[in-house]
């Protein structure tokens, strides 16, 4: 069903609980405000393929953007506030975007965008500044009644940029009814029960693909979604409580941060409302996923794939205690793993992962839609990984970060995952850097935990915590120490921008 459905059966109904705005918007409200919108994209000139943006943090105007767009038969890009104006700049011209809508806290931003935005029609939700009218004025006159024919739009979501410039899927527009949801929804909700009761616990920003697609599947099903603007351990758990949470979207760095809190934290929630917790956009390492486990017990469903939408792997707790390591098995294609040659190899050998699944290309770049495919017609991520005997995945780490050290190929993954389990350690980075003798040798980042203090005797104790746990050729040759990590809030890491700047 579509939230006007649910806006005629429970009006009253919380679609959305802000939980930092402080806000609660009923099913009716969502749908009158989306109509609204919709009707003052019209009167922007806009039709049905064009194409809109939106620049927001987790705020509440956020989903009535969304499904204005969605019912207007419109593109629309979210976009990370996170990125540099002209990483924005670049988007909202390769996007084609003719109408933007921000919000006060990204002010700042939009100022920075300068000429990018002129020529385009701009809305700034909760105040106005020079070239953005105030979006709650703009649709305060516009009716709640549709003024023209509704037709089903698609989000275009761009890549983290981890690895460089963003990329875009766009996916072609259908002549298709506002009502029916993508077989994605469908094929979720179903395996993870959504429904009338469903009440979705968001910390993820949404401007990334799986935050925003699953809190929008939300209103398909009648449930509520209950959002923060950031993630924070104890809150979230505090959230459980007081909302009797059902489901919750935690990427794999916010587990790793339920996992430092005192375990007199963890337990002084009642949290035994939660259902199912669902996990992807970044490994989970083996001794992350496994205390997780026994902490919530086996409710936590982890999915592998990208906003590619090329293939996807799936598994459950009770799959994962028999695969530990794992990222699933393929649903809905088939997944490969080949050498540099571009052979098959069988179970138990690292190769580059492809899928045999639906086409893609990426938006305006047939040289990167290009590399992506080999000459069978499968298209890959990037990542590297290998198939057990069972058909299950295990990823190792991506192409564009294996070192080659004494002509060894090493994943600096592995040693990554090592050092975010130490209990001085909050997050780390590790990755090649170039050696005279070995050809590169293996660098880390650490974010140090508490109290720890950074310094020799701390790199000394993580380098010999790794040596004992797998081979040296893996380990760090050097650790420096940092405040915070570049990461994107999904859990990505912004590991090329590490990188460069030892290059440099």
């Given amino acids: 069903m579509h939230p006007r459905h649910w806006s005629a059966v429970y009006p009253d109904k919380p679609a959305l609980i802000a939980v930092t705005a402080g806000e609660t918007i009923s099913y009716k409200k969502l749908n009158d405000r989306s109509v609204q919108c919709a009707n003052l994209l019209r009167q922007a ?47 909202l011209e390769h996007c084609g975007a003719r109408v933007l809508f921000s919000s006060t806290q990204q002010r ?47 989000d275009m979501l761009y890549s983290s940029g981890s690895t460089g410039r963003p990329k875009a899927i766009k996916i072609p527009i259908e002549d298709a009814a506002i009502d029916e949801p993508a ?35 939300q209103h398909y099903f009648g449930g509520t979604v209950v959002m923060t603007e950031r993630f924070e351990a104890e809150q979230n758990l505090a959230l459980i409580e007081q909302y009797r949470i059902t489901h919750a979207h935690w990427v794999p760095t916010m587990m ?34 496994q205390a997780m486990i026994d902490w919530l017990g086996p ?40 050498d540099d040659d571009g052979n098959e190899l069988p179970a138990g050998q690292v190769g580059t992962i492809y899928f045999d699944g639906p086409e893609f290309e990426y938006y305006k770049d047939p040289e990167q839609t290009r590399e992506a495919y080999n000459d069978r017609g499968w298209s890959t991520l990037g990542d590297i990984g290998y198939l057990d005997k069972d058909g299950y995945l295990y990823l190792t780490d991506r192409k564009t970060d294996v070192a080659i050290i004494n002509g060894v190929n090493v994943y600096p993954l592995e040693a990554e995952q090592l050092l975010i389990n130490h209990p001085k350690v909050i997050d780390a980075a590790v990755f090649g850097l170039p050696d005279g003798d070995t050809g590169e040798r293996l660098h880390a980042v650490v974010q140090p935990a508490g109290r720890s203090l950074p310094g020799k005797a701390l790199s000394v104790e993580l380098i010999d915590y790794c040596r004992a746990r797998i081979a040296a050729i893996k380990c ?24 460069e700047e030892y290059l440099r």
Wanted: proline share 5%; charged share 25%; aromatic share 12%.
């Fill in 299 to 338: 409710i936590l469903e982890e999915a592998y794939g990208g906003t590619e939408g090329n293939g996807a792997t799936m598994l459950n707790s009770e799959e994962w205690l028999q695969h530990p390591g794992s990222v699933g098995k393929a649903v809905g294609c088939r997944v490969h793993v080949v």
């Fill in 256 to 289: 790793v941060r339920f996992l430092k809190l005192p375990d007199t934290v963890r337990k002084a929630f009642d949290i035994s409302s939660l259902e199912f917790v669902m996990s992807g956009a970044a490994p989970v390492s083996v001794e992350t996923k």
């Fill in 108 to 154: 700042e931003l939009c100022r920075r965008l300068g000429k990018t935005t002129r020529g385009l029609s701009c809305f700034m939700a909760g105040g106005e500044m020079e070239g953005f009218e105030n979006y709650e004025s703009a649709i305060a006159g516009q009716p709640t009644t549709p003024s023209g024919k509704e037709t089903r739009g698609v």
């Fill in 183 to 217: 077989a994605l929804y469908a094929f979720f909700g179903r395996r993870y029960q959504w429904n009338e009761q469903t009440k979705y616990l968001m910390s993820a920003p949404l401007y990334h693909s799986g935050p925003l697609r699953f809190s929008m599947a």
């Fill in 45 to 91: 000139g806009l039709k049905p393929g064009d194409h809109m943006a939106v620049i927001m943090e987790n705020h509440p105007r956020f989903f009535e953007i969304s499904w204005a767009a969605q019912r207007s038969g419109l593109y629309f890009t979210a976009i990370s506030w996170r990125f540099k104006p002209e990483e924005v700049a670049y988007i």
């Fill in 476 to 499: 760090p040759h050097t650790i420096d120490f940092r405040s915070r990590i570049p990461r994107h809030e999904t859990g990505k890491l912004y590991k090329r921008l590490l990188k």
